[in-house]
């Protein structure tokens, strides 16, 4: 099959959706972005009123940042907003080192 030179307008346009969507998620994971932090769904309740809607889901992509830190054994996730800085959430978990 021979390479005709140019891209068929339905290809340039799923390469064109496919380039903006890796470079989407390359902003949200470079920008610390809640919603690749690894939290479940239900998690993401933000506005605490018991039901999970779509305005708790976006405010937990473009809304909420996730920074990780760990000290020894205790690895803690705080749950901030970007524009304020104001810690909504801190989860930590502390692990049993290996006996070795």
Known sequence: MAFRGHLSRRRLAVLLTLAVLLVTLAWLQATGSAALSGMSAQEMDWDED????????????FSVVAERRTEGTRSCVEY???????VIRLECRTTLADPQ
């Open 80 to 86: 901030r907003w970007r524009r304020s800085g104001e």
């Open 50 to 61: 018991g039901t999970l809607s779509r305005s708790d889901i976006l405010r937990s992509v």
